[in-house]
């Protein structure tokens, strides 16, 4: 897989988790029919946002983009659908060109997240092991700490 088909696999599904938890959002609040849809799709979409903001990076230390267009990358997940439109911006300036520059027998890395990244590169299971549990223990800190704002049900 392509720094291309990463970034906008992640992009494009926390789109579509944006879009659920919209829909949630209007049974609860618009149709006041059921809070399932935002205890699911929050969840689902609580998850996915964290795995494309760790993809984000991980496709900035690839693809040398400067602290501005991955700050940009990062804030895009916030306002909902943004990271697609970061994913388009991104292709058309060439951002997101190319292969893996640190994968076994090319570049060399340096610094340590360049040096992290080649690892995870040279050992592809390991490294969707290192995914699943940067996710989850992100996950788990974000429900020990709580919702940005208290709830008021």
């Known amino acids: 897989m392509s720094p291309l088909q990463l970034f906008r696999r992640l992009a494009v599904a926390e789109a579509v988790t944006?879009?659920?938890l919209l829909v949630g959002m209007l049974l609860k609040y618009g149709t006041g029919t059921t809070e399932l849809g935002v205890q699911v799709f929050g969840m689902a979409h609580g998850v996915v946002f964290i795995a494309y903001c760790l993809g984000a990076v991980f496709v900035a230390v690839n693809q040398r983009?400067?602290?501005?267009?991955?700050?940009?990358?990062l804030a895009s997940a916030v306002p909902p659908f943004l990271t697609v439109w970061f994913d388009r911006r991104a292709e058309r300036?060439?951002?997101?060109?190319?292969?893996?520059?640190?994968a076994p027998g090319r570049d060399?890395?340096?610094?340590?997240?360049?040096?992290?990244?080649?690892?995870?590169?040279a050992r592809p299971v390991a490294a969707g092991?290192?995914?699943?549990?940067?996710v989850s223990a992100l996950t788990l800190l974000a429900l020990l700490v709580g919702p940005p704002a208290a709830s008021q049900s």
């Open 18 to 20: 944006w879009a659920l």
């Open 65 to 73: 983009w400067s602290p501005a267009t991955t700050a940009l990358a």
């Open 93 to 102: 300036r060439s951002q997101l060109d190319g292969p893996w520059r640190l």
């Open 108 to 121: 060399q890395p340096t610094g340590l997240l360049e040096r992290a990244q080649a690892w995870m590169l």
């Open 129 to 134: 092991g290192v995914a699943v549990a940067a």
